[in-house]
């Protein structure tokens, strides 16, 4: 039996599991992906404070590191659902029934998708939600990138040292993101930046050859592209683990300020609970308070 039972091995989720495992709890962190959350793609870190200039691999190496160091169990399976017995849980993975004495949920968010046509045929062939991760696949080639906020921003930059010719396309004619990293983009000569148009058509039969654009007064526009990057936000992980638990209009989760969700002992922290700013920096503040909170209601 576990004290602590946390779904998802983020900066929330890994946080949590240490200060867990520091208060001598018995503590499992169950990912079904690799450790990290969506921060492991990011080349460089520049806004946690106290960590300047740091991959997002290696902050989240150390995290992991850190974890498990303290004695926090980890367990590389996805967590299907939780069943609520008299005075404990126990989630079930495709192999596994766990018991514990409380659920951490911290499971995240997923990519958002342009729902187009061939976009899920096209994923590995000219389609990609990860700049740091295929990028160079794509050196000395034109590529895309899609979206307004600071995701879209860095990819963009990054891509511009190792692609030919990279496209910058916003469905706004302002920009959500970081306004020194689009100066820095705008100072690129191979950086194109398109607004006001959105993506309407993949085009290409077995991998992606190119994009059309449309724009606010209706006009289109082809681009040929290798590979277009989408960053256009993201959505919560919406599956059984919730199916319980109060969520928002978008689904994600309602906590108070301790992390409590609807269902006693069972807590919600990260970018899946519901809240204004979704930073590693609010992300580890969630998993410290969710941990905390859980260690007091034990004991």
Known sequence: MYDIVIIGAGTAGLTAGIYAARSNKKVLII???????????SNKIDNYPGLYHISGFDYSKKLYDQAISLGCDYLNKKALEFNKLDNYFEVNTIDDVIKTKSIILAVGVTNRKLNLENEDKFIGKGISYCATCDGNFFRNKDVAVIGGGNTALDDALYLSDICNKVYLVHRRDSFRGSSSTLDKLREKDNVSIIVNSTV???????????????????????????????AIGQIPENNNLLKDINVDNNGYIITDDEMHTNISHIYASGDIRSKNLRQLVTASSDGA????????ELN
């Open 200 to 230: 309407n058509e993949l085009i290409g039969e077995d991998k992606l050859d190119g994009i059309s654009l449309i724009d606010n007064l209706g006009n289109n526009k082809i681009i040929n592209v290798s590979c277009l990057f989408v």
């Open 289 to 296: 308070i969710a941990a905390v909170t859980a260690i007091k």
């Open 31 to 41: 990912e079904a992906s690799s450790f990290g959350g969506q921060i492991i793609n």
